[in-house]
């Protein structure tokens, strides 16, 4: 009988604490209720460093050993647009200056990870907070925001899929200095 070994869907975030979700969940209550599209849950908003898909409990453990060896600042984040990839049909909130602490903490966990067999992403960063998928076009224009987010950690998260949906439960935390 052939063992199968288990495997973990992860991804690296950004976790907003429950008072970011809060104003988050209060900006999109102002949206006009014509949107169409599915809305991600509040308690699974995050904001995506890299996405690494199904690994091994060995690469599971090799990444988690190189997310430990990150020593980054932490940062302030504004949270102050809208925005929507058409291609993809993907709502999304991010930050219209982005800070340079964040983009090096992005690179440098990439560069990390890579070492346990990870192929990093060769597109361009774009911070964001994903909202809603098979969305189309939303009119955003109109809505004024900005939700102040301090970032002192970083996480290791696990896509769990279950009958009624997808729920994403923090595996690991790394503090920022």
């Given at each position: 009988m052939e063992h199968q070994q288990k495997t973990y869907r992860l991804f690296f975030a950004l976790w907003p604490s429950d008072q970011v979700r809060r104003s988050i969940g209060e900006v999109l209550s102002r949206l006009p209720s014509k949107k169409k599209g599915r809305a991600i849950q509040t308690h699974n908003l995050h904001e995506t460093l890299h996405f690494i898909g199904q690994v091994t409990e060995s690469t599971r453990e090799c990444m988690h050993t190189?997310?430990?060896?990150?020593?980054?600042?932490?940062?302030?984040?504004?949270?102050?647009?809208?925005?929507?990839?058409?291609?993809?049909?993907?709502?999304?909130?991010?930050?219209?200056?982005i800070p340079e602490q964040l983009t090096r903490l992005q690179r440098e966990l990439g560069c990390a990870i890579a070492e346990c067999g990870f192929n990093v992403e060769s597109r361009t960063y774009t911070p964001h907070i994903t909202l809603m998928r098979k969305c189309r076009q939303v009119e955003t224009d109109q809505i004024r925001f900005s939700i102040p987010w301090r970032v002192d950690?970083?996480?290791l998260v696990e896509s769990i899929t279950y009958q009624e949906g997808v729920k994403y439960q923090v595996l690991e935390?790394?503090?920022?200095t």
């Open positions: 190189a997310a430990q060896s990150i020593n980054a600042e932490a940062f302030q984040l504004s949270l102050d647009h809208f925005g929507y990839f058409s291609r993809a049909k993907i709502f999304w909130m991010g930050s219209q200056n950690e970083f996480v935390k790394y503090p920022l």
